[in-house]
């Protein structure tokens, strides 16, 4: 059963915008909070912004600070990553995923406190 499923990757120019989409399949996603890992060819996966149950804290990466924003629509239990100016060093795979605690009301950038992931979309930014 898929839970969570990404969409809007591509390839892109350097200083381009892509909107990035995570949709849930259950309302009990509501709860919990959300966030956006990516990981390049050869390197980790890395935390790029999350957002937190109540949509309240939000916490970026300071590579992607004042580029990226993340946002959440509750009614289409859905979490967007709109990423602007983006550069070379942005590509990657894009994951999003959901916290294993419900009603955390902190950010968690630990990958291991995420329990659910999407299958991944193909970010790259080349001219």
């Known amino acids: 059963q898929v839970l969570l499923v990404e969409s809007g990757g591509q390839l892109v120019q350097p200083g381009g915008s892509l909107r990035l989409s995570c949709a849930a399949s259950?309302?009990?996603?509501?709860?919990?909070?959300m966030a956006w890992f990516r990981q390049a060819p050869g390197k980790g996966r890395e935390f790029v912004a999350g957002i937190n149950w109540t949509g309240a804290k939000i916490t970026y990466a300071d590579v992607v600070k004042d580029r990226f924003t993340i946002s959440r629509d509750y009614a289409k239990i859905t979490v967007y990553l709109q990423m602007n100016n983006l550069k070379p060093e942005d590509t990657a795979v894009y994951y999003c995923?959901?916290?294993?605690?419900?009603?955390?009301?902190?950010?968690?950038?630990?990958?291991?406190?995420?329990?659910?992931w999407g299958q991944g979309t193909q970010v790259t930014v080349s001219s």
């Open positions: 259950k309302d009990t996603f509501r709860s919990y909070g």
């Open positions: 995923a959901a916290d294993r605690r419900p009603q955390r009301m902190s950010v968690t950038l630990v990958l291991d406190e995420y329990d659910i």
